[in-house]
C-alpha cells in the first residue's frame, strides 16, 4: 500500500504542478500541431527522463533536510514567504488577457533532444519536488527508504509524461482556449497556495 502511495503522490503533484500553461507543455503542443504524434512522443519521453534524477536529487537533499529539525523549522517558514508570493502570482496571471501559444522553433527530426534540454533548463524542478517531499514528509506520510523512493520518482515521470500527452491529444482545443484555461488554472493555483499557506502557518504557530 505504501508503494502504491508514493507512486500517487509523484503522479498527481507532477500532474499538477505541470498542468498550468509553460515552456514545456507549449512546446508540447506546439511539437504536435507541427510535427504529429510520434514528434511529441519523442519530446514528452526526453523531458520524463530528466524528471528521474531530478526528483531523485530533489529527494536527496530533503532527506538531509529532514535530518536536521532546526533547518526543516526554517524551510517551513520560508515556504510559507513562499506560497504567499505563488498565490499571489498565480492570482496576477489569472486577471492578465489571453495570450498567444509561442514556442521556440523545433526541428523536426530532434524532439527527443528538444525535449531533453528544455526539461534540464527547467530550473524550477528540482526546489517544486523539494518542497513536495518536505510537504509530505511533515505529514509523516513520505518514506526515504528505497522502494516507496523508487515508486514515486516513477510516478513523478509518468505523470510528466501522460500531462505533456494530454496536451498535445487536445493540441488544437488547448490552442483556441489558451487565455481561459490559463485563467481558470491559474485562479485555482492562486487559491490552493494561499490555503497551503496558511495552513502552515497555523501549523507552525499556533
Known sequence: MILV???FFGFIFSFLGSITPSMLNMTALKIRLENGKTALNKYALGVSLVVFPQAYIAIFLTKQIV??????ATLEKIGIVVFVFLSYYFYRESKKSKTKVEANAVKKEKPFLVGITLSVLNMFSIPFFCGIVVTLDAFKT???NFSPIFCFILGSTIGTFYILYLYGKFAEKIQKKTGKLTKDINLI???LTGFVAVFTFIKLFI
Open 189 to 191: 493555483l492562486s487559491i
Open 5 to 7: 502511495l508514493h507512486f
Open 67 to 72: 535530518e536536521n529539525p532546526s533547518i526543516l
Open 142 to 144: 513520505f518514506s526515504f
